[in-house]
Nanobody, 121 residues
Framework: QVQVEESGGGLVQPGGSLRLSCAASGNILSINTMNWYRQAPGQQRELVALITSGGSTNYADSVKGRFTISRGHAKNTFYLQMNSLKPEDTAVYYC???????????????WGQGTQVTVSS
């Protein structure tokens, strides 16, 4: 059984910073891709940032230069550092990982439960 769990959301003023964490646990053989998504009220879920097993990263245009995705030193942990936050960054943020649990089982998609980020004065 695999679990993916986010933490670190909260309320922050415009211009402030937050760091989100995501930890995957359970029977994990390897993690191919780790992504952060967000969904604002009335909006579709959108990809914010991704990092591959090789360390390549990519970002949505709206967060480039402000957000940084990284792997943690702890195994199966990754982060989203969010700086210069804007009110339009307000959303529920979800971590996602494509995980392989067994040599004979295809990779599968795993989602966290989401963490609320609110940017407001």
């Amino acid at each position: 059984q695999v679990q993916v769990e986010e933490s670190g959301g909260g309320l922050v003023q415009p211009g402030g910073s937050l760091r989100l964490s995501c930890a995957a646990s359970g029977n994990i053989l390897s993690i191919n891709t780790m992504n952060w998504y967000r969904q604002a009220p009335g909006q579709q879920r959108e990809l914010v940032a991704l990092i591959t097993s090789g360390g390549s990263t990519n970002y949505a245009d709206s967060v480039k230069g402000r957000f940084t995705i990284s792997r943690g030193h702890a195994k199966n942990t990754f982060y989203l550092q969010m700086n210069s936050l804007k009110p339009e960054d307000t959303a529920v943020y979800y971590c996602y990982a494509k995980i392989k649990t067994d040599l004979w089982v295809p990779t599968a998609d795993y989602w966290g439960q989401g963490t609320q980020v609110t940017v407001s004065s």
